[in-house]
């Protein structure tokens, strides 16, 4: 079955600090999808990136980098120099990339909530 | 181009009223879904659609219903409220593996 942990409930950290929000799935299949959003406290699902499980390279936005290690089954993402406005609840999600049965349904991780004091 | 769109944006039941969710998609996509959202448990899937006359169970599917007549529109019923359903509700359609969002309804159930 999949599943997608994200252990860190909350975290709190200073501005420009850096911090990483990590996030562990499980699944049998061979090819799926990896997902992160951002929540911020206005409530509506904001897409950050979608990542492949044939593409392990990691992604570099801006502040944002995302680091996806199969053989730890982890898709790590961290906010370098991090603002007051990535205050946000952030989630990791996992789809299966063949349609049949759940159809590619996405699962998510429980969230952890960002904040980032002044 | 509005996306995906959800009424209402907040919603009052007592325990028992039925209501409709609505959620409607100008994207042409055959994937619907509604998730519901609660504090320290993520977005948990309701139903789900893969075209115009099909649905299908998630998760979480006791207590609702749904039906899929077209493409664009995919409502969620509460039959018979109950405070457990008091939620943040999010419709959702997809394209390829990519999931868009409508802005949530607030349900709360006294």
């Known amino acids: 079955a999949q599943k997608v942990t994200q252990a860190q409930t909350e975290i709190s950290v200073v501005e420009k600090e850096d911090v990483t929000l990590d996030c562990v799935y499980e699944t049998r299949d061979t090819t799926y999808y990896l997902f992160w959003y951002k929540q911020p406290p206005s409530g509506e699902l904001v897409f950050l990136i979608r990542r492949n499980s044939f593409d392990e390279q990691n992604e570099i936005s801006g502040r944002y980098s995302w680091n996806f290690q199969k053989s730890t089954s982890s898709f790590n993402f961290t906010i370098t120099a991090s603002q007051v406005v990535d205050s946000a609840v952030y989630f990791c999600?996992?789809?299966?990339?063949?349609?049949?049965?759940?159809?590619?349904?996405?699962?998510f991780g429980k969230g952890t909530k960002l904040s980032v004091k002044p | 181009n509005a996306g995906v769109t959800q009424t209402p944006k907040f919603q009052v039941l007592k325990t028992g009223q039925s209501m409709t969710l609505q959620c409607a998609q100008d994207?042409?996509?055959?994937?619907m879904s509604w998730y519901r959202q609660d504090p320290g448990m993520g977005l948990r899937l309701i139903h789900y659609?893969?075209?115009?006359?099909?649905?299908d169970q998630g998760e979480v599917p006791n207590g609702y219903n749904v039906s899929r007549s077209t493409t664009e529109d995919f409502p969620l019923r509460l039959l018979s409220a109950a405070p457990s359903q008091t939620s943040v509700y999010f419709c959702?359609?997809?394209?390829?593996?990519?999931?868009?969002f409508g802005s949530g309804t607030q349900l709360s159930v006294l």
């Open positions: 999600a996992l789809s299966e990339a063949s349609y049949g049965g759940s159809q590619g349904n996405l699962i």
């Open positions: 994207m042409n996509h055959e994937y």
């Open positions: 959702a359609s997809k394209r390829g593996a990519e999931l868009f």
């Open positions: 659609s893969v075209g115009a006359g099909i649905t």
